[in-house]
């Protein structure tokens, strides 16, 4: 009786667990960033454009 309530109870953990990038995905998390389209292309332009504005007061 126990085993079986085990067995199904550890069926119904198994059936709720997703995948993580669907639940990535529902959260909204993926995507919600802001940015340059081309960062990933152009990065050390940026960054060293964001640098020299924020530390040029030399």
């Known amino acids: 009786m126990i085993k079986s309530a085990l067995e199904l109870y550890y069926q ?11 639940m ?6 993926i995507g919600c960033g802001q940015a340059d389209p081309d960062l ?7 960054l060293r454009h964001g640098l020299k504005a924020k530390y040029d007061y030399r």
């Open 40 to 46: 990933s292309v152009n990065y050390k332009s940026i």
């Open 12 to 22: 119904q953990l198994q059936q709720e667990q997703k995948n993580p990038l669907s």
């Open 24 to 29: 990535l995905n529902q959260t909204g998390f």
